[in-house]
């Protein structure tokens, strides 16, 4: 099974922008649940999403509608998909985007461990320093857990490891299945329409409602999900995942909680440690380890 080629140069510039766009996005998802419940936001930004989607394959000449057998594996594809996003919304009703964010992304520890025991990716010694310097390099960029964090806070950390886990499953699924000899664009219809559909036969369920119009502030972020984060950005991760090393990429994402630190700070206000710079160079130690030739 081809397990994908190291991490080039475009890979890694591609990388650097996805980071910072997901840094981000925890922010983004605090700020729209002011107005938009879970389960809405989550329907409205898949929906907001598919657009950008078919006006990517327009433009590259693909053919959403084509019958090639991927159809069971883009409706578990996109049931993944759907629940992650669950349990990562629900978990930033409970605590907080700096702390969801590093939670969020043990999902690189998840793929390493998923791509040795399914894709055959073998990881040197060295390559799991790296991952432990890199996480290593997250804690010391939130700090020390604060021991008078409540038990709900603590369920929504367990709620997003929850989510980590399925966006790793998702991941390796993609990397395993039909969908690695598809375009990106037929894979993120996939992942979109199914999980809108979960999230909007859900939200009745589980009592959500609009109470009230919502602001310009919760749109915009809304708006930055659904068209940057979904319609942009992931098609591009969908892309790399199938033609990279699954379990390298996902290192790399290590970067994430550095970026989303920093967005806490500048638009949250979130305060910066003196450690963050010691963490900075953690996780590029790590992920130099990670990405070096065997």
Request: with cysteine; glycine share 10%.
């Amino acid at each position: 099974m081809n397990t994908g080629r190291p991490l080039d140069a475009a890979a890694v510039a591609a990388m650097l922008i996805l980071c910072a766009s997901w840094g981000l996005n925890q922010v983004a998802i605090k700020f729209a649940l002011v107005d938009f419940p879970p389960l809405i936001q989550g329907a409205l930004r898949s929906a907001g999403a598919l657009p950008v989607v078919f006006v990517a394959a327009h433009l590259r000449g693909v053919r959403l509608g084509a019958r090639d057998g991927t159809l069971m594996a883009g409706l578990t594809a996109g049931t993944l998909f759907g629940f992650e996003f669950i349990f990562i919304y629900y978990a930033l009703t409970l605590t907080t985007a700096s702390r969801g964010v590093v939670f969020v992304y043990t999902a690189p520890v998840f793929v390493g461990l998923g791509a040795r025991l399914f894709l055959g990716e073998w990881f040197s010694v060295a390559q799991w320093s790296g991952l432990a310097l890199s996480f290593l390099g997250m804690l010391v960029a939130i700090g020390v857990p604060d021991p008078t964090v409540g038990a709900s806070t603590l369920l929504g950390d367990a709620l997003m490891i929850v989510g980590a886990a399925l966006w790793a499953a998702t991941t390796l699924f993609l990397k395993a299945s039909s969908l690695a000899h598809v375009p990106t664009e037929k894979t993120s219809l996939y992942q979109y329409a199914v999980s809108g559909i979960i999230f909007a036969a859900g939200a009745p369920l589980a009592g959500e409602a609009m109470t009230h119009w919502p602001r310009p502030v919760a749109v915009s972020w809304l708006a930055y999900q659904s068209i940057w984060v979904l319609g942009v950005t992931f098609t591009i991760w969908f892309g790399l995942v199938v033609s990279y090393s699954a379990s390298r990429l996902s290192a790399f994402s290590y970067l994430t909680p550095l970026f989303g630190v920093a967005a806490g700070h500048y638009i949250l206000g979130d305060p910066l440690t003196p450690t963050f710079a010691v963490a900075v160079a953690l996780v590029i130690a790590g992920l130099v380890l990670v990405n070096r030739p065997r």
